[in-house]
């Protein structure tokens, strides 16, 4: 079955660069969630998305910013990159109708920040 | 949401039932309880949800106790595949942001 699928897997910045994660949810998936797992931390809800409007917003910070397209992939900007915003970047999603009680996750971007 | 507490880590032998215990003493009438898991650096894997009844799958059980106040989650032969940070998450529905807080680690010996 096809699953969540997240590019790059791996990227190495440095402070003060920009970087974009992209996220390509399951077929007929309208619904995005992104949350960031910060060394030895639990995972962090970020921003959700659904039918291409911003649906829930958590702590992400002003420097990020991320949109849903019309294909329903996301993607997640990163400017004015800090060493604190090395983590794993997971993307999730879910259909609405017929409503899903699960969230499919991706493998993950793993965003280090040197 | 309601939050929840569970033990920081717990060990099971192979094959041996895991029995991982949730606390949600603030849980409210229509609020859900979920499971999902996350072996080591991989998305969170979805276990099993619940509202008042057990509920079983081909993963686990999860027994939910009449006042609702606590859970448990029941892998009955565990696996060394099922050495994780097992999370119990109550929230009101399966839409919407799930919040992560301090889950279990279990570690499955042989």
């Known amino acids: 079955a096809a699953g969540v699928i997240q590019s790059p897997r791996h990227l190495i910045k440095e402070k003060r660069e920009t970087a974009t994660l992209k996220c390509y949810p399951i077929p007929r998936h309208d619904t995005v969630y992104w949350y960031q797992q910060g060394p030895g931390q639990d995972p962090q809800f970020l921003i959700s998305f659904y039918e291409k409007m911003q649906s829930d917003k958590g702590s992400i910070p002003d420097r990020f910013s991320a949109q849903q397209f019309s294909d329903y992939h996301s993607e997640l900007n990163m400017s004015s990159l800090e060493l604190g915003d090395s983590a794993l970047y997971f993307c999730a999603s879910s259909p609405i109708n017929p409503l899903s009680y699960e969230q499919y996750f991706g493998p993950g971007t793993r965003l280090t920040v040197t | 949401d309601a939050k929840t507490t569970q033990p920081p880590s717990m060990d099971c032998a192979e094959g041996r039932a895991a029995n991982l215990p949730c606390n949600h003493s603030?849980?409210?009438?229509?609020?859900?309880v979920y499971w999902y898991r996350q072996i080591h650096s991989q998305g969170p894997q979805y276990i099993i949800h619940g509202l008042k009844n057990n509920e079983t799958n081909e993963m686990a059980s999860l027994i939910i106790t009449e006042d609702r106040k606590s859970s448990t989650l029941i892998l009955p032969h565990a696996t060394l595949r099922d050495t994780a940070v097992y999370y119990c998450?109550?929230?009101?529905?399966?839409?919407?942001?799930?919040?992560f807080g301090a889950g279990t680690q279990v570690v499955v010996t042989p």
């Open positions: 603030t849980i409210s009438g229509n609020e859900y």
């Open positions: 998450i109550v929230k009101l529905s399966g839409w919407g942001k799930f919040q």
